[in-house]
């Protein structure tokens, strides 16, 4: 166990973070520009396609979302209850705020005069079905699962290895149900976790074990990575336009709809994930360096900043993209424009919200709705150990 005094703050982690958070973001911008299109026509299919290298946003923030459970807490003495109490305060507060506020201004006046609203608002709760919540009620379950991960982890250390590459065939395994079984059940009368599998963590159990086991062993994980840099990013070289025509054979061959054919439970996607994970994670550590080096100091202060709002961006982005959902039904579809304001509107909606959280981030109270403490601008930083 490292001592106190021997911890090493982890930059790259920080980075990380807020470029799959960003990237999640991009993502959800697109799919509302994907929209305005008649579906299946071809500006329709280049967004949809666009989709597919895209995936890895949301995999690669369960996997970080592992990583940095664990990198502070798997060798330390857990008092759990003390642990749910911490995680689940700075995730029930805006889980219950950012429903509720959702909710309300998307039925106004209605929901307001409605004697059935808070039936309606529970509903949403129990289900995360709406507003980019489905996030939170995972990261619920995710916190409710670490005794049993942590415990899985303790049993099996030496063979940690073997449980990486079992959790990603189990990994693959599910996706090919998910895909190839799943749409032929009857599914009423399963548990709604089970019916809506991309509510439900064990749908992504091999991204939570892949980041749980890189935080326990960073320094090794990071180093292999580093030695093999090159072929992973041949790999993504490689993978991109492949993920790209995955899409279309999943349309013209495999003849799934639409939504199905660029949905993020599938096999090679699970691939194609890790393989961008390990290239994000490579940048990390470039940028650690960076940072140790004393260079590039204004756009260090800007990541560092920038970070600390990163959950706050997912929160938020609803306000955003309602706006610009607003917006965009004033252009016309074939207006060439269009293609010009993509990014812009993309940018837009990233400023947008990083703007509202760091005004919530340094307001007392506000700063809970995005599961932060208050900014007390200090330099400080919590210190995190590497194993």
């Known amino acids: 166990m490292v001592r106190p005094k021997d911890r090493k703050y982890l930059y790259g982690v920080d980075l990380m973070r807020l470029l799959f958070i960003v990237g999640v973001l991009t993502i959800h911008t697109s799919t509302i520009f994907a929209y305005k299109f008649p579906i299946g026509s071809p500006a329709f299919l280049f967004f949809a396609a666009f989709h597919m290298p895209m995936h890895f946003t949301r995999m690669g923030f369960m996997f970080v979302s592992g990583l940095v459970l664990f990198l502070n807490s798997y060798n330390r003495p857990i008092a759990l209850i003390k642990f749910w109490k911490k995680r689940y305060f700075w995730v029930l507060i805006p889980y219950f705020f950012w429903n509720f506020f959702y909710f309300v201004f998307a039925a106004y006046p209605k929901t307001v005069f409605d004697s059935q609203w808070w039936l309606q608002y529970w509903d949403l709760l129990i289900h995360g079905n709406g507003y980019y919540m489905y996030f939170l009620l995972v990261m619920i379950q995710l916190y409710l699962c670490y005794p049993l991960m942590r415990l899985l982890f303790k049993k099996t250390e030496g063979r940690h290895l073997k449980v990486f590459c079992i959790a990603i065939i189990i990994e693959l395994a599910i996706t090919v149900f998910l895909k190839f079984v799943f749409p032929h059940l009857s599914t009423s009368g399963w548990p709604y976790l089970l019916r809506s599998y991309g509510m439900f963590v064990l749908t992504y159990e091999g991204y939570f074990i892949a980041g749980a086991l890189a935080g326990i062993h960073y320094a090794e994980v990071e180093s292999w990575i580093v030695k093999h840099i090159k072929a992973f990013f041949i790999a993504l070289i490689a993978g991109i336009p492949t993920i790209v025509l995955y899409y279309f054979y999943n349309l013209d061959i495999l003849k799934l709809s639409y939504s199905k054919a660029y949905e993020v439970h599938q096999p090679l996607i699970v691939i194609y994930s890790l393989i961008v994970i390990a290239n994000i994670f490579y940048v990390g550590y470039r940028y650690d360096k960076i940072v140790k080096n004393g260079q590039q100091q204004k756009i260090v202060s800007f ?33 060439w424009y269009i293609w010009l304001l993509w990014p812009l509107a993309t940018a837009c909606v990233i400023g947008f919200s990083g703007a509202l959280c760091w005004i919530l981030y340094n307001t007392p109270v506000t700063h809970y709705l995005i599961g932060r403490p208050l900014n007390k601008r200090k330099n400080g930083r919590i210190q995190i150990k590497i194993n």
């Open 303 to 335: 990541i560092s900043k920038a970070q600390k709002i990163a959950f706050g961006l997912y929160l938020t982005q609803t306000i955003a993209l309602s706006i610009l959902q607003e917006l965009i039904t004033f252009i016309p579809d074939t207006a």
